[in-house]
C-alpha cells in the first residue's frame, strides 16, 4: 500500500536491533484517517472471507483493529497480557514472547468472546518473528474456531514470522513489508507487492 509505505519512509525512524520505530502515526499517536484507507484495503483484500470476528492482541493492535472492524462491521476482541495468578478456566491461554520487550507472557482471551462458529481475521501492527500471529492463532484454534486470515500493517520481510504463519498454509496479508533496513544510514527498502 503506497500511501503507507511513503508514511513509513517520511515519518519512520529504524532504531539498532532491527526495529522501526512508528510512534509517530501508528503506535502511539495514531493516524486515523491513514487507518480507515488500511481498514478499505483489508476489506478489499479480505472481502470475499466470512467473518465476523477480529482478535488482535494489546496494546498496539487495538486502534488498528478498530478502524479496520468498522469496515467489516464487525466486532474486535483483544487477546489481554496477564499474570498467570489471574488464569481460571473461564480464559483460553498461551505465550507469547514479545519482540520488543524480550519478555514471554500469558496471554488470555475469555472464552465467552471465542467460539467454534467464530471466523476470525488476525490484525497487528507488524509481523517481525511471527510469536504474537502464532500466539493468537493457538487461541483462535483452541477455541475451534476458523481463521480465516492476518492483517498487518507492517512486516519486517527479513524476520522469519511471515514464512513460519505462511507456512502453516494461512493467508498473510501485509500492507507494507520491508525487505531490509539500516539503522546507520536510517535507509529502508520495501519489497514490490
Ligand atoms: P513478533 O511476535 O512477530 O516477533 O513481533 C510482533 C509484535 O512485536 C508486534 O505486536 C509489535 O508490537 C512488536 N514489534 C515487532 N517488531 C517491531 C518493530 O520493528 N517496531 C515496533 N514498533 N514494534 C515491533
Not at 52 to 81: D, M, Y
Not at 103 to 132: P, Q, R, S
Not at 146 to 155: F, K, L, Q, S
Amino acid at each position: 500500500m503506497k500511501l503507507l509505505e511513503e508514511r513509513i519512509r517520511k515519518d519512520g525512524i529504524v532504531k539498532p536491533g532491527n526495529v522501526l520505530k512508528v510512534d509517530s502515526f501508528l503506535n502511539h499517536q495514531m493516524d486515523v484517517e491513514l487507518f480507515n484507507e488500511m481498514g478499505k484495503e483489508f476489506k478489499r483484500l479480505f472481502g470475499d472471507r466470512p467473518i465476523n470476528k477480529i482478535l488482535t492482541i494489546e496494546a498496539s493492535g487495538i486502534g488498528i483493529a478498530c478502524v479496520v472492524a468498522q469496515h467489516f462491521q464487525v466486532p474486535v476482541v483483544f487477546a489481554k497480557k496477564a499474570k498467570s495468578i489471574n488464569l481460571d478456566g473461564e480464559m483460553y491461554t498461551t505465550k507469547i514472547e514479545s519482540f520488543t520487550h524480550k519478555k514471554v507472557y500469558d496471554v488470555i482471551v475469555a472464552k465467552k468472546f471465542l467460539n467454534k462458529e467464530d471466523h476470525v481475521l488476525i490484525i497487528d501492527d507488524f509481523l517481525a518473528n511471527g510469536c504474537a500471529v502464532a500466539g493468537l492463532i493457538d487461541l483462535i484454534q483452541s477455541a475451534g474456531a476458523t481463521v480465516e486470515g492476518v492483517g498487518i500493517a507492517i512486516e519486517k520481510g527479513f524476520q522469519q514470522g511471515g514464512d513460519i504463519i505462511r507456512g502453516k498454509g494461512i493467508r498473510v496479508e501485509s500492507l507494507a513489508i520491508v525487505e531490509s533496513m539500516d539503522d546507520e544510514t536510517g535507509t529502508l527498502s520495501f519489497r514490490e507487492q
